[in-house]
């Protein structure tokens, strides 16, 4: 058989548990042709792969590169990292619907990329993505949160039930469109303000179009336990099959609840829950900066929670919320990853903790400050995990190895931020 290329000499690895070989690949019209101890080269080119592993495309299963990819096409930090596949729209947050002020929102946060939204439905998000170029596959869940806002904003209550079936409508419009299944943020606004019960509701929409519920839980903590349990509880009221996100045992004096962690998720296995999870391959979380507020500060939206924090005694109580959460250490455990106004840039890659000391302000009146500034749009990296738990995590076999990362750049808009 003529073969248009072969790969000899590599380490494969081919994703299917088996122990790793050194064998020759025979690629035919963009296939795997055969796979063998020695395959003759005759006059077919060949590459070398020597001293090297060889192994499919990685599937990234939580990722964050729902618009990015529109900025840069090549995806370079995936193919970089191996990844030819990634699913987008993790955490609640995905690139459709859009309307109102997540509409907005999203239009001044995407500016600097060069990227305006032409689309609120999925529909025309998809009529996009057929027309795009993209040197990776991607495949798209629909926020919760997306949906929340489109009918709610960011108001902090339970939907009237006209509300829940204009929600149900915009998810059933994204399931019919293409999107694999949805995800939830229960710590970000709005989903934050979700009961059980609405995400339920929407979940037997999932369900019906054989999709998933990913979520990144209501608390990976203190409560963890119960923020597991809940998500259980939805999977089982609708039937959807479950993806928890990026499980973890987040601060020191959470990391014991590993064991009892485990047992919730194997017993509710046992009990026919379809449940698995993803975890990324670091101690530190990337997330926003103010969700370390309390809740009802997101309440209105972007602009209510900045006069919020401008107001002098609105500010104290704050103060107050969250130092009831976090002790002193924490502020040693942050770090500044990206901001988008120029006199901040000497932050990004300081801990809040050495930024205060520079400032000469107490770490809160730092962070409130930065969030004001910043129109609140601050990343960073929360370093609270363990390796112990980690290798446990990604070493059970319902665990998937996902980034939590959009993709960047070497170059261009796409290279920014610390890394």
């Known amino acids: 058989m003529n073969f248009d290329l072969i790969i000899k000499n590599g380490t494969v690895i081919d994703g299917t548990g088996m122990p790793r070989r050194n064998i020759d690949i025979a690629i035919k019209d963009d296939r795997i042709a055969c796979m063998d101890q020695y395959i003759p080269q005759n006059e077919t080119p060949v590459i070398d792969a020597k001293e090297m592993m060889v192994a499919p495309g990685f599937v990234d299963i939580h990722s964050h590169s729902d618009f990015l990819w529109l900025a840069r096409p090549e995806s370079d930090s995936k193919i970089l990292d191996g990844v030819t596949t990634e699913i987008c729209g993790n955490c609640g947050m995905s690139a ?11 239009t001044q946060g995407l500016a600097k990329y060069g990227i305006a939204p032409a689309w609120q439905s999925a529909t025309e998000f998809y009529d996009i993505t057929e027309k795009a170029k993209s040197s990776i596959n991607r495949a798209f869940l629909v926020g919760h949160g997306n949906i929340r806002a489109c009918t709610l904003e960011y108001e902090n209550r339970e939907p009237s039930p006209t509300e829940l ?26 989903g934050c303000y979700a009961h059980l019960h609405e995400i339920a509701e929407l979940c037997k929409v999932v369900r019906e179009h054989g999709g998933f519920y990913a979520t990144h839980i209501r608390n990976e903590g203190d409560t963890l336990e119960g923020a597991l349990t809940e998500a259980i509880e939805i999977s089982k009221r609708s039937g959807v099959r479950l993806q928890v996100s990026h499980l973890k045992t987040s601060g020191s004096k959470n990391w014991h609840k590993i064991k009892n962690i485990k047992l919730i998720i194997d017993c509710a296995r046992d009990e026919g829950v379809d449940i698995t999870c993803d975890r990324y391959p670091y101690l530190a979380a990337a997330t926003d900066l103010d969700v370390i507020l ?26 107050e919320e969250v130092s009831s959460v976090y002790d002193d250490a924490a502020w040693n455990g942050i ?16 801990r809040i ?28 990296f929360l370093f609270s995990m363990c390796e112990e738990n980690l290798e446990k995590i990604l070493g059970w076999d319902f665990v998937f190895v996902g980034s939590d990362s959009a993709m960047r750049a070497n170059q261009g808009v796409l290279h920014d931020g610390k890394p």
């Open 165 to 190: 079936i204009q929600m149900g409508g915009d998810l059933e419009e994204a399931m019919d469109a293409g999107a694999f299944g949805m995800s939830s943020g229960l710590i970000y606004p709005p």
């Open 294 to 319: 309390p809740q009802w500060v997101y309440e209105g939206g972007v602009k209510k929670q900045i006069m919020r924090l401008k107001d002098v005694n609105t500010r104290k109580l704050i103060a």
């Open 96 to 106: 459709f619907p859009l309307r109102g002020k997540i509409l907005e929102r999203r």
């Open 353 to 380: 903790s050495e930024i205060a000391v520079l400032l000469n302000k107490t770490p809160l009146e730092s962070i409130f400050d930065l969030l004001v500034e910043e129109d609140t749009r601050v990343d960073i």
């Open 335 to 350: 770090v500044i990853s990206s901001v988008n106004h120029g006199k901040n840039k000497w932050m990004e890659g300081k």
